[in-house]
């Protein structure tokens, strides 16, 4: 029997928008942030500024992904329910109840998708895989304004992460920092397979949606 | 060890007969305005002040060290060792270099310590090991704590000099099997100023003697309580090679092309980028060259326990803990995203062989 399906608007504007900004914004990060830690490119001339450039490409990206990061803040208080940050309250029975279900589904332990994927907004596994990025977001922010901090004198920038660089060494700070650059690598690929497999599986036009905004879901999911 | 007609010469007399003109003592005093980030104004008010000081004491003491930081003094030629030792201070306890011996030397320490409580300069050199009741380093039959305690809380100033005295150094390297101290975790509420680096660098040395001379004050220091005139700026932002660096010109191995040509060492773990140090604009043994400028990287000495956080010294990022020596972030990272990537395919794959089992559970609908 066929149920009926309803187009619900669940991505608004911002939400999109900052998807993007960020998409964009950790592609030039990672690849440029990876040439800064390590210059693969040789310079045949002194005349060059590869990794005066590079370094201006990274500075300039950080500053368009924590606007965009600030944006979704904001958005989180003032946008519709799936992008309210009550959404991402992670001390939830039903959150981690569904989590497990979730999970099992993903690991092909269970053939039945569960309803909590059948949800408008996010499922409770991306909840708690957001909050995760979002933490990692932070670290990588203040991570990169503790070691911009180094050759940017004055309270502003002890302000924006320099105070860091009393709490951890600088050394482990740039590690960190480093290294959340492949958690985030792969964060991406789980995202967009994970995505478009729930988008197959479920077909609620989850892949479009974060062009559209809009998703498929069936009548009796709704609220 | 005095001089008979100390007293009847001026100090500038001293000096000439020396064999240093005015003029030299001059380009010093002006050399010294600008160590320490003064306007050339203040050249004259520094001579007039080291012509008027009433030299001071300084004692010189040595703990768990390697004495790295009395040959660097030893090397001092502006104004050569001579001048600082009977000019500009009077030197009355120094182990390696003083001529009394057990006794006698202790003996010239206590004078100092009680005739002169309060106006004398302490220099520190080496960690202070505080376990088992400090018995690892003990001098006299005292140990490194007791003597650190009285002799720089009665000092007019504390000079700890190099990173051993600063935080601990090598002493507190892990795992610090004699708890090695720095000074200004051992003793609280003195006047110290800290001059880290292994060694310390001695026309720093200079600058905050000839500060303290002229101004009766240490100065200014940030909160790592090293000066600012010296620690303020970083050593990648007043490197040489710098435009290197921007360009993207690097030495990839000891010894290649971009070595010779004298590239940017980033690529073999200099420190550069993350030490303060004005290395770069002051440079070492009366300027002739500094380790960036001898073709090796920076080890970040002047950075807090530089032993531990600045190593490898030859990579740029740090080992990743529990990874073993040769694992790297990168070949971790790679990993990571290997491994994501593999759970992607086998996940796809599971799927397609377990015959589309969601496709069945849409069937049932």
Known sequence: ?223 | MKIPDEKELGFMEKLAQKGISRRDFMKFCTMMAATLALPASFAPKIAEAIEKSKRPSLVWLEFQDCAGNTESFLRASKPTVVEIVLNLLSVDYHETIMAPAGKQAEKSLDDVVKNQKGKYITVVEGAIPTKDGGVYCCIGGRSAVDIVKEVCGNAMATIAVGACAWDGGWPAASPNPTGAKGVKDVVSGITLINLPGCPMNVQNLTGVVVHLLTFGALPATDELGRPLFAYGERIHDHCERRAHFDAGQYVRQWGDEGHRLGWCLYEMGCKGPETFQNCPTIRWNDATNWPVGSGHGCIGCASPRFWDTMTPFYRRLPKVPGFGVEATADKIGLGLAAVTAAGVVAHGIARAVKGKGPEQGEKKE
Request: glycine letters at 8%.
């Open chain 1, 1 to 223: 029997m066929q149920q009926q399906r309803s187009r619900v608007y669940v991505w608004e504007f911002p939400v999109r928008f900052t998807h993007w900004i960020n998409l964009l914004c950790i592609l030039a990060l990672s690849i440029t942030g990876f040439y800064i830690g390590n210059p693969f490119i040789q310079a045949y001339s002194a005349k060059q500024y590869i990794m005066g450039w590079i370094r201006f490409i990274h500075f300039v990206a950080a500053y368009a992904f924590l606007m965009s990061f600030l944006i979704r803040i904001y958005w989180g208080f003032m946008g519709n329910k799936y992008a309210n940050w009550r959404a991402f309250n992670p001390f939830s029975a039903k959150k981690i109840r569904d989590l497990a279900d979730i999970t099992m589904f993903y690991l092909l332990l269970k053939k039945e998708p569960p309803p909590a994927v059948k949800k408008e907004g996010h499922t409770a596994c991306a909840i708690y895989v957001y909050l995760g990025l979002f933490i990692l977001f932070v670290i990588e922010i203040l991570t990169g304004f503790a070691l911009y901090s180094q050759s940017h004198y004055g309270v502003f920038w002890k302000l924006m992460g320099g105070w860091l660089l009393s709490v951890i060494n600088v050394q482990n700070i740039r590690l960190y920092h480093h290294l959340i650059m492949w958690f985030l690598i792969a964060f991406a690929i789980l995202h967009v397979y994970i995505g478009w497999f729930l988008d197959k599986t479920e077909k609620n036009g989850l892949m479009g949606s974060i062009f559209s905004g809009y998703k498929f879901v069936t009548g009796k999911e709704l609220e």
